[in-house]
Protein backbone atom coordinates (compact mmCIF):
# COMPACT_ATOMS: atom_id res chain seq x y z
CA UNK A 1 0.00 0.00 0.00
CA UNK A 2 1.43 3.59 -0.81
CA UNK A 3 1.46 6.04 1.35
CA UNK A 4 -1.54 8.52 0.66
CA UNK A 5 0.11 11.61 -1.21
CA UNK A 6 4.04 10.48 -1.31
CA UNK A 7 6.54 11.14 -3.68
CA UNK A 8 4.94 9.05 -6.26
CA UNK A 9 1.50 10.33 -5.93
CA UNK A 10 -0.76 9.48 -9.15
CA UNK A 11 3.05 7.62 -10.62
CA UNK A 12 2.03 4.19 -10.81
CA UNK A 13 5.10 2.76 -12.29
CA UNK A 14 9.11 2.82 -12.01
CA UNK A 15 9.29 4.82 -15.65
CA UNK A 16 6.76 7.01 -14.95
CA UNK A 17 8.45 7.88 -11.69
CA UNK A 18 11.38 8.70 -13.28
CA UNK A 19 9.80 10.68 -15.83
CA UNK A 20 8.39 13.03 -13.74
CA UNK A 21 11.20 13.66 -11.59
CA UNK A 22 13.50 13.60 -14.49
CA UNK A 23 12.32 16.01 -16.92
CA UNK A 24 8.52 17.24 -15.49
CA UNK A 25 8.98 18.07 -11.92
CA UNK A 26 11.01 21.18 -12.55
CA UNK A 27 10.07 22.77 -15.88
CA UNK A 28 8.55 26.68 -15.78
CA UNK A 29 4.79 26.97 -15.62
CA UNK A 30 3.18 29.29 -18.61
CA UNK A 31 -0.17 30.04 -17.43
CA UNK A 32 -2.35 30.94 -20.45
CA UNK A 33 -5.51 31.30 -19.51
CA UNK A 34 -6.94 32.46 -15.89
CA UNK A 35 -8.61 34.21 -13.54
CA UNK A 36 -6.19 35.83 -11.21
CA UNK A 37 -6.46 39.59 -10.39
CA UNK A 38 -4.22 41.66 -12.48
CA UNK A 39 -4.62 44.26 -9.55
CA UNK A 40 -4.01 41.87 -6.59
CA UNK A 41 -0.75 40.88 -8.68
CA UNK A 42 0.52 44.59 -9.30
CA UNK A 43 -0.28 45.17 -4.95
CA UNK A 44 1.28 41.91 -4.37
CA UNK A 45 -1.82 41.03 -2.57
CA UNK A 46 -1.31 39.30 1.26
CA UNK A 47 -3.92 37.76 2.86
CA UNK A 48 -4.72 37.44 6.20
CA UNK A 49 -5.75 33.77 6.64
CA UNK A 50 -5.76 30.59 4.66
CA UNK A 51 -10.02 31.81 4.32
CA UNK A 52 -9.34 34.41 2.04
CA UNK A 53 -6.65 32.75 0.13
CA UNK A 54 -8.41 29.76 -0.41
CA UNK A 55 -12.31 30.02 -0.33
CA UNK A 56 -13.06 33.70 -1.01
CA UNK A 57 -14.29 33.53 -5.04
CA UNK A 58 -13.79 29.84 -5.03
CA UNK A 59 -17.18 28.26 -6.43
CA UNK A 60 -15.50 24.52 -7.11
CA UNK A 61 -15.45 24.15 -3.14
CA UNK A 62 -18.49 26.40 -2.56
CA UNK A 63 -20.40 23.66 -4.73
CA UNK A 64 -18.93 20.87 -2.26
CA UNK A 65 -19.78 23.01 1.30
CA UNK A 66 -23.69 23.20 -0.32
CA UNK A 67 -23.38 19.92 -1.03
CA UNK A 68 -22.83 18.51 2.65
CA UNK A 69 -25.13 20.81 3.75
CA UNK A 70 -23.91 24.06 4.88
CA UNK A 71 -25.70 26.63 5.05
CA UNK A 72 -24.71 29.50 2.70
CA UNK A 73 -23.44 31.58 5.72
CA UNK A 74 -20.62 29.84 6.36
CA UNK A 75 -20.25 30.16 2.50
CA UNK A 76 -20.64 33.51 1.23
CA UNK A 77 -22.50 34.83 4.20
CA UNK A 78 -20.96 37.13 7.04
CA UNK A 79 -20.06 34.23 9.06
CA UNK A 80 -15.72 34.81 10.67
CA UNK A 81 -12.95 33.70 8.05
CA UNK A 82 -12.51 31.04 10.82
CA UNK A 83 -15.91 29.84 10.90
CA UNK A 84 -15.88 28.79 7.17
CA UNK A 85 -12.87 27.38 7.43
CA UNK A 86 -14.19 25.17 9.86
CA UNK A 87 -16.75 24.30 7.46
CA UNK A 88 -14.44 23.57 4.95
CA UNK A 89 -12.38 21.26 7.33
CA UNK A 90 -15.75 19.42 8.37
CA UNK A 91 -16.38 18.99 3.97
CA UNK A 92 -13.21 17.83 3.21
CA UNK A 93 -13.32 14.06 4.46
CA UNK A 94 -16.46 13.84 2.64
CA UNK A 95 -15.06 15.07 -1.02
CA UNK A 96 -13.02 12.00 -1.08
CA UNK A 97 -13.00 11.15 -4.97
CA UNK A 98 -13.35 14.49 -5.71
CA UNK A 99 -9.95 15.75 -6.80
CA UNK A 100 -10.69 18.51 -4.16
CA UNK A 101 -9.28 16.52 -1.81
CA UNK A 102 -6.78 16.02 -3.59
CA UNK A 103 -6.14 19.09 -4.54
CA UNK A 104 -6.73 20.92 -0.77
CA UNK A 105 -3.98 18.59 0.51
CA UNK A 106 -1.58 19.35 -2.78
CA UNK A 107 -1.77 23.29 -1.75
CA UNK A 108 -0.82 22.12 2.14
CA UNK A 109 1.81 20.22 1.34
CA UNK A 110 3.49 22.28 -1.64
CA UNK A 111 3.01 26.18 -0.51
CA UNK A 112 2.81 25.36 3.22
CA UNK A 113 4.62 22.27 4.17
CA UNK A 114 1.88 20.95 5.72
CA UNK A 115 1.56 17.10 5.76
CA UNK A 116 -1.49 16.82 8.27
CA UNK A 117 -4.97 15.50 7.21
CA UNK A 118 -7.17 18.26 7.25
CA UNK A 119 -10.58 17.32 8.85
CA UNK A 120 -12.26 18.82 12.11
CA UNK A 121 -9.78 17.61 14.86
CA UNK A 122 -6.86 19.15 12.70
CA UNK A 123 -8.39 22.23 11.87
CA UNK A 124 -7.57 24.46 14.70
CA UNK A 125 -3.55 23.27 14.14
CA UNK A 126 -3.65 23.38 10.67
CA UNK A 127 -5.20 26.97 11.02
CA UNK A 128 -2.86 28.04 12.85
CA UNK A 129 0.78 26.75 11.19
CA UNK A 130 -0.73 27.48 7.75
CA UNK A 131 -1.61 31.41 8.79
CA UNK A 132 1.79 31.65 10.60
CA UNK A 133 3.53 31.36 7.08
CA UNK A 134 0.53 32.94 4.86
CA UNK A 135 0.69 36.16 7.11
CA UNK A 136 4.56 36.63 7.24
CA UNK A 137 6.55 37.56 4.53
CA UNK A 138 7.07 35.86 1.12
CA UNK A 139 3.40 34.58 0.92
CA UNK A 140 2.08 37.73 -0.84
CA UNK A 141 0.82 37.01 -4.59
CA UNK A 142 3.74 37.77 -6.59
CA UNK A 143 5.17 35.41 -4.40
CA UNK A 144 2.94 32.58 -4.41
CA UNK A 145 3.79 32.59 -8.60
CA UNK A 146 7.16 32.98 -8.34
CA UNK A 147 7.09 30.05 -5.76
CA UNK A 148 5.48 27.92 -8.12
CA UNK A 149 7.72 28.88 -11.60
CA UNK A 150 5.28 30.65 -13.15
CA UNK A 151 6.53 32.61 -16.54
CA UNK A 152 3.73 34.10 -18.04
CA UNK A 153 0.11 34.88 -17.09
CA UNK A 154 -2.69 35.85 -18.84
CA UNK A 155 -5.95 37.39 -16.86
CA UNK A 156 -9.21 37.14 -18.65
CA UNK A 157 -10.08 40.78 -19.57
CA UNK A 158 -13.12 42.90 -20.98
CA UNK A 159 -12.15 44.87 -24.23
CA UNK A 160 -13.77 47.37 -22.19
CA UNK A 161 -11.40 47.25 -19.25
CA UNK A 162 -8.78 49.91 -19.12
CA UNK A 163 -6.35 47.67 -18.37
CA UNK A 164 -4.38 50.21 -15.78
CA UNK A 165 -2.63 47.23 -13.78
CA UNK A 166 -1.55 45.74 -17.12
CA UNK A 167 -0.11 48.71 -17.99
CA UNK A 168 1.43 49.52 -14.44
CA UNK A 169 3.13 45.66 -14.29
CA UNK A 170 4.97 46.36 -17.65
CA UNK A 171 6.67 49.36 -16.33
CA UNK A 172 7.23 47.68 -12.83
CA UNK A 173 10.93 46.38 -13.40
CA UNK A 174 10.84 45.14 -9.77
CA UNK A 175 8.90 41.76 -11.28
CA UNK A 176 10.29 40.19 -14.12
CA UNK A 177 6.86 37.45 -14.82
CA UNK A 178 4.67 38.67 -18.26
CA UNK A 179 1.39 38.97 -16.51
CA UNK A 180 -0.60 40.09 -20.33
CA UNK A 181 -4.43 40.67 -21.00
CA UNK A 182 -6.61 38.08 -22.91
CA UNK A 183 -9.71 39.56 -25.06
CA UNK A 184 -12.61 38.41 -23.72
CA UNK A 185 -15.26 39.79 -26.07
CA UNK A 186 -18.52 37.72 -25.30
CA UNK A 187 -20.46 40.50 -23.61
CA UNK A 188 -20.18 41.91 -27.18
CA UNK A 189 -21.64 38.94 -28.88
CA UNK A 190 -24.54 38.48 -26.10
CA UNK A 191 -27.21 40.63 -28.18
CA UNK A 192 -30.12 39.28 -26.43
CA UNK A 193 -28.73 39.33 -22.63
CA UNK A 194 -29.54 42.44 -20.43
CA UNK A 195 -27.09 44.75 -20.43
CA UNK A 196 -25.84 44.52 -24.14
CA UNK A 197 -26.68 48.19 -24.94
CA UNK A 198 -24.69 49.36 -22.09
CA UNK A 199 -21.74 47.58 -22.82
CA UNK A 200 -21.89 48.83 -26.68
CA UNK A 201 -22.04 52.39 -24.83
CA UNK A 202 -19.08 51.71 -22.64
CA UNK A 203 -17.01 50.22 -25.52
CA UNK A 204 -17.07 53.69 -27.72
CA UNK A 205 -16.45 55.57 -25.10
CA UNK A 206 -13.55 53.50 -24.29
CA UNK A 207 -12.50 53.50 -27.96
CA UNK A 208 -13.00 57.15 -28.28
CA UNK A 209 -15.67 56.56 -30.98
CA UNK A 210 -19.42 57.07 -31.61
CA UNK A 211 -20.69 53.49 -32.16
CA UNK A 212 -24.30 54.31 -34.33
CA UNK A 213 -23.37 51.34 -37.08
CA UNK A 214 -22.10 48.12 -37.23
CA UNK A 215 -19.04 49.83 -38.85
CA UNK A 216 -18.64 51.81 -35.45
CA UNK A 217 -18.64 48.68 -33.66
CA UNK A 218 -16.14 46.78 -35.52
CA UNK A 219 -14.01 50.02 -35.56
CA UNK A 220 -14.17 49.68 -31.84
CA UNK A 221 -13.83 46.14 -31.30
CA UNK A 222 -10.74 46.82 -34.27
CA UNK A 223 -9.35 49.34 -31.69
CA UNK A 224 -9.46 47.40 -28.62
CA UNK A 225 -7.47 44.72 -30.29
CA UNK A 226 -4.89 46.31 -31.41
CA UNK A 227 -5.11 48.12 -27.39
CA UNK A 228 -4.86 44.71 -25.71
CA UNK A 229 -1.72 44.12 -28.44
CA UNK A 230 -0.13 47.39 -27.43
CA UNK A 231 0.12 45.90 -23.88
CA UNK A 232 1.72 42.02 -25.28
CA UNK A 233 -1.60 40.72 -25.39
CA UNK A 234 -1.58 37.66 -28.16
CA UNK A 235 -4.67 35.35 -27.01
CA UNK A 236 -8.42 36.00 -26.97
CA UNK A 237 -11.17 33.47 -25.55
CA UNK A 238 -14.75 32.54 -26.34
CA UNK A 239 -17.46 31.54 -24.21
CA UNK A 240 -19.92 29.64 -26.35
CA UNK A 241 -21.59 28.10 -24.52
CA UNK A 242 -24.46 27.41 -27.40
CA UNK A 243 -22.28 26.52 -30.49
CA UNK A 244 -24.46 27.75 -33.32
CA UNK A 245 -23.47 29.37 -36.94
CA UNK A 246 -24.96 30.51 -39.51
CA UNK A 247 -23.91 32.31 -43.03
CA UNK A 248 -24.44 36.04 -43.03
CA UNK A 249 -23.52 39.16 -44.79
CA UNK A 250 -22.47 42.52 -43.47
CA UNK A 251 -25.41 43.66 -44.37
CA UNK A 252 -27.41 41.73 -42.66
CA UNK A 253 -25.17 41.38 -39.49
CA UNK A 254 -25.39 45.34 -39.64
CA UNK A 255 -29.04 45.58 -39.58
CA UNK A 256 -29.20 42.95 -36.40
CA UNK A 257 -27.02 44.95 -35.25
CA UNK A 258 -28.83 48.48 -35.22
CA UNK A 259 -32.36 46.42 -33.89
CA UNK A 260 -29.89 45.17 -30.71
CA UNK A 261 -28.99 48.69 -30.24
CA UNK A 262 -32.38 49.77 -30.21
CA UNK A 263 -33.01 47.43 -27.14
CA UNK A 264 -35.50 44.85 -29.18
CA UNK A 265 -34.76 41.31 -28.69
CA UNK A 266 -33.58 39.35 -32.34
CA UNK A 267 -34.81 36.26 -33.46
CA UNK A 268 -32.56 32.87 -32.96
CA UNK A 269 -31.80 32.88 -36.76
CA UNK A 270 -30.61 36.41 -36.38
CA UNK A 271 -28.83 36.24 -33.07
CA UNK A 272 -26.66 32.77 -34.99
CA UNK A 273 -25.96 35.61 -38.19
CA UNK A 274 -24.79 38.36 -36.17
CA UNK A 275 -22.37 36.07 -33.88
CA UNK A 276 -20.88 34.43 -37.03
CA UNK A 277 -20.18 37.33 -39.02
CA UNK A 278 -18.56 39.17 -35.49
CA UNK A 279 -16.79 35.93 -34.89
CA UNK A 280 -15.12 35.76 -38.19
CA UNK A 281 -14.85 39.33 -38.67
CA UNK A 282 -12.61 38.76 -34.89
CA UNK A 283 -10.83 35.68 -35.76
CA UNK A 284 -9.60 37.46 -38.85
CA UNK A 285 -7.96 40.35 -36.27
CA UNK A 286 -6.35 37.53 -34.52
CA UNK A 287 -5.02 36.13 -37.27
CA UNK A 288 -3.77 39.49 -38.97
CA UNK A 289 -1.98 39.83 -35.40
CA UNK A 290 -0.60 36.26 -35.16
CA UNK A 291 -2.80 35.98 -31.90
CA UNK A 292 -4.18 32.65 -30.66
CA UNK A 293 -7.72 32.07 -30.38
CA UNK A 294 -9.83 30.59 -28.06
CA UNK A 295 -13.06 28.86 -27.96
CA UNK A 296 -15.03 27.20 -24.28
CA UNK A 297 -17.53 25.83 -25.59
CA UNK A 298 -21.07 23.74 -23.83
CA UNK A 299 -21.47 25.72 -20.38
CA UNK A 300 -24.83 26.04 -19.21
CA UNK A 301 -24.26 28.75 -16.85
CA UNK A 302 -25.93 30.19 -14.11
CA UNK A 303 -28.67 28.03 -13.94
CA UNK A 304 -30.48 28.73 -10.23
CA UNK A 305 -31.86 31.92 -10.75
CA UNK A 306 -32.95 32.87 -7.23
CA UNK A 307 -29.33 32.38 -5.90
CA UNK A 308 -27.90 34.18 -9.34
CA UNK A 309 -30.00 36.91 -8.51
CA UNK A 310 -28.70 36.86 -5.01
CA UNK A 311 -24.60 35.97 -5.27
CA UNK A 312 -24.17 36.96 -9.10
CA UNK A 313 -22.06 34.50 -11.89
CA UNK A 314 -19.49 32.68 -11.29
CA UNK A 315 -20.66 31.24 -7.92
CA UNK A 316 -20.80 27.57 -8.14
CA UNK A 317 -24.65 27.34 -10.26
CA UNK A 318 -23.28 26.28 -14.12
CA UNK A 319 -23.09 23.00 -15.35
CA UNK A 320 -22.22 20.99 -18.26
CA UNK A 321 -24.49 21.86 -21.33
CA UNK A 322 -25.43 19.99 -24.99
CA UNK A 323 -26.30 19.85 -27.76
CA UNK A 324 -24.93 19.94 -31.66
CA UNK A 325 -21.41 21.72 -31.88
CA UNK A 326 -19.48 19.51 -34.68
CA UNK A 327 -21.07 20.85 -37.94
CA UNK A 328 -21.27 24.39 -36.39
CA UNK A 329 -18.06 25.09 -35.10
CA UNK A 330 -16.49 23.23 -38.34
CA UNK A 331 -18.55 25.73 -40.64
CA UNK A 332 -16.82 28.84 -38.47
CA UNK A 333 -13.46 27.50 -38.48
CA UNK A 334 -14.47 26.51 -42.28
CA UNK A 335 -15.29 29.98 -42.64
CA UNK A 336 -11.88 31.34 -41.65
CA UNK A 337 -9.82 28.89 -43.07
CA UNK A 338 -11.44 29.56 -47.21
CA UNK A 339 -9.77 33.23 -46.76
CA UNK A 340 -6.22 31.95 -45.21
CA UNK A 341 -7.83 33.88 -42.12
CA UNK A 342 -7.61 31.09 -39.00
CA UNK A 343 -5.38 31.53 -36.64
CA UNK A 344 -4.00 29.34 -34.43
CA UNK A 345 -6.99 27.85 -32.12
CA UNK A 346 -7.91 25.83 -29.52
CA UNK A 347 -10.81 24.15 -28.63
CA UNK A 348 -12.15 23.21 -25.34
CA UNK A 349 -15.25 21.42 -24.58
CA UNK A 350 -17.01 21.32 -21.03
CA UNK A 351 -18.77 17.56 -22.28
CA UNK A 352 -16.50 14.91 -22.35
CA UNK A 353 -18.51 13.45 -24.59
CA UNK A 354 -17.08 15.92 -27.20
CA UNK A 355 -13.80 14.52 -26.98
CA UNK A 356 -13.42 12.76 -29.68
CA UNK A 357 -15.52 15.48 -31.80
CA UNK A 358 -12.97 17.90 -31.37
CA UNK A 359 -9.76 15.47 -31.11
CA UNK A 360 -10.90 14.54 -34.90
CA UNK A 361 -12.28 18.08 -35.92
CA UNK A 362 -8.87 19.40 -35.09
CA UNK A 363 -7.26 17.48 -37.95
CA UNK A 364 -9.27 19.11 -40.80
CA UNK A 365 -7.96 22.57 -40.41
CA UNK A 366 -3.60 21.93 -39.49
CA UNK A 367 -0.83 23.02 -41.35
CA UNK A 368 1.21 25.96 -41.23
CA UNK A 369 2.81 25.41 -37.39
CA UNK A 370 3.14 22.77 -35.47
CA UNK A 371 0.08 21.70 -33.78
CA UNK A 372 -1.69 24.90 -34.92
CA UNK A 373 -5.35 23.70 -34.14
CA UNK A 374 -5.13 22.54 -30.18
CA UNK A 375 -7.49 20.12 -28.20
CA UNK A 376 -7.44 22.81 -24.89
CA UNK A 377 -6.44 20.48 -21.73
CA UNK A 378 -9.34 18.97 -19.87
CA UNK A 379 -11.77 21.72 -18.34
CA UNK A 380 -13.59 22.17 -15.03
CA UNK A 381 -15.95 19.99 -14.38
CA UNK A 382 -12.93 17.53 -16.20
CA UNK A 383 -10.31 19.27 -14.40
CA UNK A 384 -10.12 15.90 -12.63
CA UNK A 385 -8.18 12.81 -13.22
CA UNK A 386 -9.79 11.00 -15.17
CA UNK A 387 -10.96 14.05 -17.50
CA UNK A 388 -7.55 15.12 -17.96
CA UNK A 389 -6.59 11.06 -18.68
CA UNK A 390 -9.87 10.74 -21.00
CA UNK A 391 -9.04 14.16 -23.03
CA UNK A 392 -4.76 13.23 -23.50
CA UNK A 393 -5.95 9.85 -25.09
CA UNK A 394 -8.73 10.62 -27.20
CA UNK A 395 -6.05 13.29 -28.28
CA UNK A 396 -3.38 10.84 -28.59
CA UNK A 397 -5.46 8.54 -30.50
CA UNK A 398 -6.95 10.94 -33.59
CA UNK A 399 -3.93 13.52 -33.19
CA UNK A 400 0.01 14.11 -31.58
CA UNK A 401 -0.30 14.19 -28.16
CA UNK A 402 3.11 15.01 -28.33
CA UNK A 403 2.33 18.80 -29.84
CA UNK A 404 -0.36 19.17 -26.84
CA UNK A 405 0.23 22.49 -25.10
CA UNK A 406 -0.72 21.26 -21.83
CA UNK A 407 -2.41 22.59 -18.56
CA UNK A 408 -3.79 26.10 -17.81
CA UNK A 409 -4.70 27.02 -14.09
CA UNK A 410 -8.09 28.01 -14.91
CA UNK A 411 -8.28 29.83 -11.38
CA UNK A 412 -9.03 32.52 -9.59
CA UNK A 413 -6.32 31.49 -6.50
CA UNK A 414 -2.95 32.16 -6.35
CA UNK A 415 -2.37 28.42 -4.37
CA UNK A 416 -4.18 26.72 -7.46
CA UNK A 417 -0.65 26.31 -9.11
CA UNK A 418 -0.05 23.19 -7.76
CA UNK A 419 -2.67 21.79 -10.52
CA UNK A 420 0.27 21.67 -12.91
CA UNK A 421 1.71 19.21 -11.25
CA UNK A 422 -1.08 17.49 -10.69
CA UNK A 423 -1.41 17.45 -14.62
CA UNK A 424 2.21 16.73 -15.02
CA UNK A 425 1.99 13.73 -12.84
CA UNK A 426 -0.73 12.52 -15.19
CA UNK A 427 1.16 13.11 -18.19
CA UNK A 428 4.30 11.30 -17.02
CA UNK A 429 1.77 8.03 -15.74
CA UNK A 430 0.15 7.50 -19.04
CA UNK A 431 3.38 8.09 -21.24
CA UNK A 432 5.22 5.32 -18.18
CA UNK A 433 2.10 3.11 -18.40
CA UNK A 434 2.81 2.97 -22.22
CA UNK A 435 6.51 2.01 -21.50
CA UNK A 436 5.93 -0.68 -19.25
CA UNK A 437 3.39 -2.39 -21.36
CA UNK A 438 5.39 -2.20 -24.50
CA UNK A 439 3.78 -0.59 -26.25
CA UNK A 440 6.46 2.59 -26.71
CA UNK A 441 9.91 2.25 -26.73
CA UNK A 442 11.80 2.85 -23.92
CA UNK A 443 13.69 6.09 -25.40
CA UNK A 444 14.20 8.19 -22.51
CA UNK A 445 15.74 10.84 -24.54
CA UNK A 446 12.51 10.60 -26.75
CA UNK A 447 10.15 10.88 -24.15
CA UNK A 448 11.76 13.31 -22.16
CA UNK A 449 11.32 15.82 -24.37
CA UNK A 450 7.49 14.95 -24.78
CA UNK A 451 7.32 15.20 -21.32
CA UNK A 452 8.79 18.88 -21.28
CA UNK A 453 7.12 19.76 -24.33
CA UNK A 454 3.82 19.42 -23.28
CA UNK A 455 4.84 20.97 -19.85
CA UNK A 456 6.44 24.07 -20.98
CA UNK A 457 8.44 24.05 -24.31
CA UNK A 458 5.01 23.40 -26.81
CA UNK A 459 3.42 26.39 -25.22
CA UNK A 460 6.38 28.93 -25.19
CA UNK A 461 6.78 28.18 -28.93
CA UNK A 462 3.15 27.73 -29.62
CA UNK A 463 2.28 31.60 -28.00
CA UNK A 464 5.51 33.15 -28.22
CA UNK A 465 4.64 34.97 -25.59
Not at 373 to 385: E, R, V
Request: charged share 25%.
Amino acid sequence: MKKFMDETFLLSTDTAVTLYNTFAKDMPIIDYHCHLSPKEIFENKTFNNITEAWLYGDHYKWRALRTNGVDEELITGGASDYEKFLAWAKTVPMTIGNPLYQWTHLELQRFFDVHDILNEKSAPEIWEKVNNKLTGPGFGARDLIKMSKVEVVCTTDDPTDSLEYHIKLRDDSDFDVKVLPSFRPDKGLEINQDGYVQWVEKLGEVSEKQISSYDDFLSALQSRIEFFHSLGGRVSDHALNTMMYEEATKEEAAEIFLKGLSGEKVTLEEEKKYKSYTLVFLGKQYARLYWVMQYHIHALRNNNTKMFNQLGPDTGFDSINDGQMAKPLSQLLDALAREDALPKTILYSLNPKDNYVIGSLIGNFQGGAPGKIQFGTAWWFNDQKDGMLEQMKALANLGLFSRFVGMLTDSRSFLSYTRHEYFRRLVCDLIGGWVENGEVPNDMELLGDIVQGICYQNAKEYFQF
